[in-house]
């Protein structure tokens, strides 16, 4: 008894097909494929540190057959900080976009996406801010280090507290039916991730279960008050106006729909609550991704303005990495270094890994004094001008076709849609039940 009603029945619309996502291009998908999810805010061009951080990572995913891949653009998380000043969002996503095409993100391949031309987003938004706890938003790390470190903006807004929920909602709305969920993110996103699982949760435990039709009153009335007294919770009812039925769905979104079935009521009572499952709980998709500091030994940053941008000329990559950071302690040219301290190795490690000789050359010249800073970073700075310019070459290519890259976002976003309004359709009826209300009120 207690088994049926934990088996998973999703309520889907079955409009969810595979080959709406325009993962046409890869050839055949086994039958357990993982969706992915992760999207950027265009708050500025990307850089090195993006590409080595997310993108390089999004290109294998979206050339792995297992995994069906949804890229986007997010302009309305852009608002949370930069509501002041929205002049620059429009041109940023186009840039953005311009910057995922020239990473090697592939149309044919991934949906690529821009948030704001689909209102399913939002509308998800607003039914999972109903259920969220405010604690719970408040407590999330990155907020309060926003909050206290972010000068010249008033980020005490009901938009940038709720960033966490309209990013799960930005997720949870591609929830596949029999497909796993997973976002790729950087460790100092996993938190939100966590966080929209637990909002799926909450969610789920409001939304997702129903209680079996065929139990009448007083039959009903009954079984509610065996199961209070057993939860002994009816000691202390919190609203007297509460009916039985009430209290108990109150209850239970506050304590999880799972914890209460799980031991907390007999098989015979658990066998009239039907779970039906809405919404999915993502998966954060760690990768480790190689170490990229900027210029100055911080994280890479355009706010910092240490960062080399995806369109940097080779003037400028001179320029900045001649006076690039390097070993502290090696202050003067005779002095040994140790390269494992030095921003320069790490690039060196990702940019002259494919030059034979070249890491142990900087190992053995730096660590003996064979080799000056200069040499080093000069060295470097050629095998990244060479990484770099089939990169910018494409970017140029699209640079020149604004047109034709806004054409391909639209398509991008046509497709996600689909997929975003199947999702709602469930969601709507999970929570309002209005089709079932029409259906019963057609004679
Ligand atoms: N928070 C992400 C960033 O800072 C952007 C983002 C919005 C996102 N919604 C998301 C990332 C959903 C992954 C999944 O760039
Ligand atoms: Fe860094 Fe190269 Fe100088 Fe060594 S020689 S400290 S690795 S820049």
Same mark, same amino acid.
């Given at each position: ?9 999703v ?5 969810e ?101 689909i ?5 998800l ?8 706890p ?6 999330v ?23 966490p ?10 929830s596949?039916?029999?497909?796993e ?19 799926v949760?909450?969610?789920?435990s ?48 506050e ?15 658990k ?36 960062a080399?941008? &995806?369109?940097?000329? %080779? #003037?400028?990559?001179? /320029?900045?990495t001649? $006076? ?5 302690? !090696?202050? *003067? ?72 890259? &806004?054409?391909?976002? %639209? #398509?991008?976003?046509? /497709?996600?849609?689909? $997929? ?5 359709? !469930?969601? *709507? ?10 259906d019963?009120?057609?004679?």
């Open positions: 008894m207690g088994e049926e009603n934990r088996k998973e029945t309520v889907g619309t079955g409009k097909p595979r080959l709406v996502t325009g993962a046409e291009g890869k050839k055949s998908r086994p039958a357990a494929a993982g969706r992915v999810l992760s999207g950027m805010r265009p708050t500025g061009r990307l850089h090195i540190g993006h590409y080595f951080g997310a993108l390089e990572n999004w290109v294998r995913l979206q050339n792995d057959p297992a995994y069906e891949c949804f890229y986007f653009i997010a302009d309305w998380h852009a608002l949370t900080s930069d509501y002041a000043d929205t002049s620059g969002i429009a041109e940023n996503t186009l840039q953005i976009m311009i910057d995922y095409l020239a990473a090697g993100l592939d149309p044919a391949k991934s949906v690529i996406f821009q948030q704001s031309v209102p399913e987003h939002a509308e938004h607003l039914l999972l801010s109903m259920v969220t405010l604690g719970w938003l408040e407590r790390p990155s907020y309060k280090e926003q909050l206290a470190s972010i000068r010249g903006k008033n980020l005490r807004t009901y938009g940038f507290l709720g960033y929920v309209l990013q799960a909602a930005d997720i949870v709305i591609y596949a039916v029999g497909a969920l997973f976002v790729p993110v950087g460790k100092d996103q996993e938190a939100h991730v966590e966080l929209s699982r637990e909002i949760r909450r969610f789920e409001c939304n997702g279960y129903y209680i079996r039709g065929e139990l009448f009153e007083p039959t009903r009335k009954k079984m509610f008050n065996a199961i209070l007294s057993r939860l002994a919770v009816l000691e202390s009812p919190s609203n007297p106006d509460f009916t039985p039925e009430q209290f108990l769905r109150h209850w239970v979104a304590q999880g729909f799972d914890n209460f079935i799980d031991g907390l009521i007999s098989d015979e009572q066998s009239f609550f039907i779970r039906r499952r809405i919404l999915q709980e993502p998966k954060a998709l760690l990768t480790s991704t190689p170490k990229i500091p900027g210029l100055d030994g911080r994280k890479m940053s355009k706010s910092y303005g240490n080399i941008t &995806l369109s940097e000329t %080779d #003037e400028e990559i001179r /320029k900045k001649k $006076v690039m950071v390097t070993d502290p302690a !090696r202050k *003067r040219r005779t002095d040994p270094g140790n390269p494992d301290v030095c921003p320069v190795y790490d690039w060196h490690k990702l940019f002259s890994a494919e030059e034979p000789g070249r890491l142990e050359w900087v190992r053995q010249g730096c660590t003996t004094a064979g080799i000056g800073c200069i040499e080093c970073k000069d060295a470097m700075a050629t095998n990244l001008i060479k990484w770099i310019a089939p990169v910018r070459e494409r970017r140029v290519t699209w640079e020149n076709d604004p047109k034709g890259v &806004l054409e391909i976002l %639209d #398509e991008g976003s046509k /497709k996600a849609r689909v $997929v975003a309004q199947g999702t709602m359709e !469930r969601v *709507r009826e999970a929570v309002f039940g209005w089709k079932k209300k029409r019963e009120n057609k004679k």
